[in-house]
């Protein structure tokens, strides 16, 4: 059974700084891209990172601007997203996916939920 599991989330203040990990198990991890895709409320689901197999390329939106940062460790099983300076807007619930974009027919974790107070 292929399981994804997100954590790491919580509430910062502007500015603030978060690293959201999600964890895989069921597949080999080391075969895959990952991505890390946010919907905040009332929203559709927004793409924002992927890395590729081995982790040496990576993809972001371009509304990131530069503050987010993706990663992997195929050792562990884990892909990570290291947020910063996060502002109010980037309140949502984070969760990752296989592959190199969003897919809704694709197993995704559960999420976990970043809110940034002004």
């Known amino acids: 059974q292929v399981l994804l599991a997100e954590s790491g989330g919580g509430q910062v203040q502007y500015g603030g700084s978060l690293r959201l990990s999600c964890a895989g198990a069921g597949f080999r991890f080391s075969d895959f891209y990952m991505s890390w895709v946010r919907q905040a409320p009332g929203k559709g689901p927004e793409w924002l990172s992927s890395?590729?197999?081995?982790?040496?390329?990576?993809n972001y939106a371009d509304s990131l601007q530069g503050r987010f940062t993706i990663s992997k460790d195929n050792a562990k099983n884990i892909v990570y997203l290291q947020m910063n300076n996060l502002k109010p807007e980037d309140t949502a619930l984070y969760f990752c996916?296989?592959?190199?974009?969003?897919?809704?027919?694709?197993?995704r974790g559960p999420g976990t939920q970043v809110i940034v107070s002004a």
């Open positions: 996916t296989r592959g190199p974009a969003y897919n809704d027919r694709e197993v």
């Open positions: 890395i590729n197999t081995d982790g040496r390329r990576t």
